[in-house]
């Protein structure tokens, strides 16, 4: 079955043997691809709308998968089912994802795994995950049509991180060695210095914290 890189690569994060669930699913591909695949026996797929979730459930019908899909039309953590121990969110805004997960506090200490890849604000992800007693466990990137998807795996767990790390990501810093990943904190690096050049000097706060990670940014592609 063919699928996207960001796709496939989340994917290939789910746990074996977890039962995941997929919040946004949209076409369901990923949640088809679990089961085509990755011989996932159980698996759930929600959107908050109608229109995308009846067309997941034609994706999942044309694949003859549907019995082991389980689709719910409900808002973020709503779609909820007993047993489920993986959570992907993908293709959304930082702060949605964010909201996402605040909304429901309660859930979320039945969720042993967490695979996010936000379309933007990933240091505020990273930072919110941290403080609801997540740890990051792996944090990957794909290039798809000329831009970056980061993808992260956290898990539950108690873990301390220096501001610098949150920004860089633990994970990725070290894989500084990779092209995909330089050329990632390159891009990140072009931003900032495109931001810091539009900021008027008045932005004093947002002046300084862009200047220090204008420094971590060079410090990790220099190392
Ligand atoms: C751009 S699609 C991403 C689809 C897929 N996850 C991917 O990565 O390719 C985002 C989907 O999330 C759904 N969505 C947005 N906010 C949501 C929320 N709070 N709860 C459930 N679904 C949501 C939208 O309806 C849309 O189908």
Redesign the pocket.
């Known amino acids: 079955m063919k699928i ?1 890189e ?2 496939k690569t ?1 994917a290939s994060l789910v746990p074996p043997s977890s039962y995941p669930l ?6 369901a ?2 949640s088809i691809y679990l089961v085509e695949e990755r011989n996932f026996l159980k698996v759930v797929a ?4 109608k ?3 009846e067309q997941a459930k034609k994706n999942a019908s044309s694949y003859q998968v549907s019995d082991k899909i389980q689709f719910v039309l ?3 953590l ?2 909820y089912q007993e047993g489920v121990d993986t959570l ?5 805004g930082g702060l ?1 994802i964010n ?2 997960l605040l909304d429901h506090k309660a859930l979320l200490k039945k969720l042993k795994t967490i695979i996010l ?1 936000p ?1 933007n604000y990933s240091v505020a992800v990273r930072r919110n995950l941290v403080k609801l007693g997540y740890f990051v466990k792996e944090e990957m990137v794909v290039k798809e049509n000329n831009l970056y998807y980061p993808i992260f795996v956290f898990e539950r767990g108690k873990k301390f991180y220096f501001e610098k790390d949150l920004f860089l990501g633990p994970i990725l810093k070290q894989k500084n060695k990779e092209t995909l990943v330089l050329s990632y904190y390159q891009k990140l690096l072009q931003e900032k210095e495109l931001l810091l050049k539009a900021l008027p000097s008045s932005f004093y706060q947002k002046r300084r914290q862009t200047k220090k990670e204008i420094k971590w940014l060079k410090k990790v592609l220099e190392s």
């Open positions: 996207s960001r796709l989340i997929d919040i946004g699913c949209d076409h591909l990923l929600s959107d908050n709308k229109g995308p979730l409900a808002e973020g709503d779609a992907t969110i993908s293709g959304m949605n909201r996402i890849s379309n």
